[in-house]
Every structure is written in C-alpha cells, then in structure tokens.
C-alpha cells in the first residue's frame, strides 16, 4: 500500500518561492509516477505536472512553465514541487498523487496561502 | 488538450434517489475515463476506472459508463455519505484533464 505524506501548511509573501514536499512509504519513488496537482479555494482539481514514464521526463502544464519545478529524491524517496514568483492566485491546496492512468494514491494536501 | 466538459455543476436529490452525472470529451477518447469523489477537507478518492470498473471496496451502488466522447455516472440509490464533488478525467492523452467538478447536495 502506498502512502503519501506531504509537508505542512505555508504562508507566502507575493513574489517568494514555495517547496512542497511528498515523502512516499510502501514503495520506491522509482516505481512510481508522480504528478501534482492543485485546488484553488471552492474550485475544482487543477493538474500542475508531473513524471511521464513514456518520455522519462516531468512535463508541466503551460500554464506554470517556467514558474514550477518538480524534483524527486529517490535516496529519501521523497518528491518535491516547487513554485516561484508567486501570487494570491496561487493560494490552494497542493496534492501529490501516483498516477498510472489513474490517480490511484493522493498525499493529504499541503495548504500554501499567498499573502502580503 | 483534450477538454473535459461536465454536468451539472451542482445537483440536490434526496436519499435514495437515483443521481446522474454527465462527462464529454471534447475527442473521442475511447474509455480512458475515471471518476472521483472528493469530501470536504479530503483528498479525492477514484471511484471508477476505465470509464465502467468500481474501485475494489468501492460500493456496488456507484456506476459508469460510455466511450469516445460521452459518458455517464451513476449513483443508483442516494445515501447522506455520498455528498460530496465528484469529478471526471481523462487519461487518454496527458494532461490528464479533470472535469469541472459536480457538486452533489442533500435535498
């Protein structure tokens, strides 16, 4: 069984940077795929990117390229996303989730709340 | 991108009603299509796979079904531990597109 559990709750100034962290158990990171994805408060599920096993490469949503970053740490097992420049609309809830077709297992969700 | 169009957005019934959630593709994309639910505060949960497979410990009351563009889902009798937003996606190309999301209601 796999389990996901992601890093605490953030609060950012606009323009800063925020890393969120995914810590896996019950496998190896390298068995696995894992995408992000985002819930803006009272809005519905927004996919941010994640690993492509086809093309072993992460690929990102356009919306967020060149402003995201997501890392794994297979020594630790644990996956990282990090995004910069941040502003108000970037406050939400950020999930890490396996993705084999389908969103099979989801972290607890990390709270980033942008705000000067 | 393949865009996911679903209906209604929001929906109230009554316990032991028969709820119908609708998801089209804007390309056919066979039966790649999932469904979640998702509780307030959780994290969504998948449902249904593959447009028609139940989720091992998914309750038999929970169903869809449909292919290329068009696809249905089904909750066959309403019960208070079903509210909640479900949400389709699409996996047949990345990004794997979600749906809106349908808001789901006790009348």
């Known amino acids: 069984q796999v389990q996901l559990v992601q890093s605490g709750a953030e609060v950012k100034k606009p323009g800063a940077s925020v890393k969120v962290s995914c810590k896996v158990s019950?496998?190896?990171?390298?068995?696995?795929?894992m995408h992000w994805v985002r819930q803006a408060p009272g809005k519905g599920l927004e996919w941010m990117g994640g690993?492509?096993?086809?093309?072993?490469?992460?690929i990102y949503a356009q919306k967020f390229q060149g402003r995201v970053t997501m890392t794994e740490d297979t020594s630790t097992d644990t996956a990282y996303m990090e995004l910069s420049s941040l502003r108000s609309e970037d406050t939400a809830v950020y999930y890490c989730a396996t993705y084999s077709n389908a969103y099979d297992y989801w972290g607890q969700g990390t709270l980033v709340t942008v705000s000067s | 991108d393949i865009q996911m169009t679903q209906s209604p957005s929001s929906l109230s019934a009554s316990v032991g009603d028969r709820v119908t959630i609708t998801c089209q593709a804007s390309?056919?994309?066979?039966?790649?299509l999932n469904w979640y639910q998702q509780k307030p505060g959780k994290a969504p949960k998948l449902l249904i796979y593959?447009?028609?497979n139940l989720e091992t410990g998914v309750p038999s009351r929970f169903s869809g079904s449909g292919s290329g563009t068009d696809f249905t889902f089904t909750i066959s009798s309403l019960q208070p531990e079903d509210i909640a937003t479900y949400y389709c996606?699409?996996?047949?190309?990345?990004?794997?597109?979600f749906g809106q999301g349908t808001r789901l209601e006790i009348k």
């Open positions: 390309q056919d994309i066979s039966n790649y």
């Open positions: 019950g496998y190896t990171l390298t068995e696995l795929s």
């Open positions: 996606q699409q996996y047949d190309n990345l990004p794997p597109g």
């Open positions: 690993f492509d096993p086809e093309d072993g490469e992460t």
């Open positions: 593959d447009a028609s």
